[in-house]
C-alpha cells in the first residue's frame, strides 16, 4: 500500500521517446547529377545500370543491416544482366537461329525481373529508412520506379541528401537548393 502512494499517476512519463536519433544517413549517398547517371548509361551501353545498384545497394545494406539485400542475389542479378547483354549481341549475329533466339528471350526474360525484383527491394528500403527519420518524406512512386529505375532513384536520393543538408542548417536565409538533376544552384 505504501508503495503505490508515493508513485504519481500525474507524473509526465520519463521514458525516453526519441527512438531514432536524426543523423545525416542520405549523405553517405553519393550526390552524383541525375544527368550524369544518363550520359554514363548511355556510353557504357546501360552496364552502368548493375554497378549503380551494386554500389548504392552496399550502402544500403550498411545502414539497414537488418535487411540487407543478399550478396548473392546481387551477384545473381548483375551476372544475368550482363549475359543478357552479351546474348543481345550474339543474337544480333546469330538472328537466324530459332536456338539462339528462344535462348535470348528466356534469358531476357528472367534477367528484366531479376532486375525489377533488386530495384523495388532497394526502392522499399530507401522508403523505409527515410519513414525512420522524422520530418523525412520518402515518397517513390511504383510507376516511377519501374519505369525509370536508377535515374529516378539518384533523382530521389539526391533531394533526401539536400533536404538533410536543409536540415542540418535550420534557420540560415538567402542559400538557395540544389536542383536534384544537377550540381549546380538553382535560382
Known amino acids: 500500500?505504501?508503495?503505490?502512494?508515493?508513485?504519481?499517476?500525474?507524473?509526465p512519463p520519463g521514458?525516453?521517446?526519441?527512438?531514432?536519433?536524426?543523423?545525416?544517413?542520405?549523405?553517405?549517398?553519393p550526390r552524383f547529377?541525375?544527368?550524369?547517371v544518363v550520359g554514363l548509361s548511355i556510353v557504357?551501353?546501360?552496364?552502368?545500370?548493375?554497378?549503380?545498384?551494386?554500389?548504392?545497394?552496399?550502402?544500403?545494406?550498411r545502414l539497414l543491416p537488418r535487411q540487407a539485400v543478399s550478396g548473392a542475389f546481387m551477384g545473381l542479378a548483375t551476372a544475368l544482366y550482363v549475359a543478357n547483354?552479351?546474348?543481345g549481341v550474339v543474337?544480333?549475329?546469330?538472328?537466324?537461329?530459332?536456338?539462339v533466339?528462344?535462348?535470348?528471350?528466356?534469358?531476357?526474360?528472367?534477367?528484366?525481373?531479376?532486375?525489377?525484383?533488386?530495384?523495388?527491394k532497394f526502392r522499399n528500403r530507401i522508403v523505409e529508412l527515410a519513414h525512420a527519420i522524422p520530418g523525412k518524406r520518402g515518397g517513390l512512386g511504383r510507376a516511377m520506379t519501374f519505369f525509370f529505375q536508377v535515374f529516378y532513384f539518384q533523382y530521389k536520393l539526391n533531394e533526401l541528401i539536400d533536404g538533410e543538408g536543409e536540415a542540418?542548417?535550420?534557420?540560415?536565409?538567402?542559400?538557395?537548393?540544389?536542383?536534384?538533376?544537377?550540381?549546380?544552384?538553382?535560382?
Open 101 to 120: 533466339a528462344s535462348v535470348y528471350v528466356v534469358l531476357n526474360l528472367v534477367s528484366t525481373v531479376v532486375f525489377l525484383v533488386w530495384v523495388f
Open 44 to 61: 557504357t551501353l546501360s552496364l552502368y545500370f548493375p554497378y549503380w545498384m551494386l554500389t548504392r545497394t552496399a550502402i544500403l545494406n
Open 85 to 87: 547483354m552479351a546474348m
Open 91 to 99: 543474337d544480333s549475329i546469330y538472328g537466324d537461329s530459332d536456338g
Open 33 to 36: 547529377s541525375t544527368w550524369g
Open 15 to 29: 521514458a525516453n521517446v526519441d527512438t531514432f536519433a536524426e543523423t545525416a544517413v542520405f549523405s553517405e549517398f
Open 1 to 11: 500500500m505504501a508503495e503505490s502512494a508515493s508513485i504519481n499517476p500525474y507524473a
Open 168 to 187: 542540418a542548417t535550420p534557420g540560415v536565409h538567402g542559400s538557395t537548393p540544389q536542383s536534384s538533376f544537377g550540381s549546380r544552384r538553382i535560382i
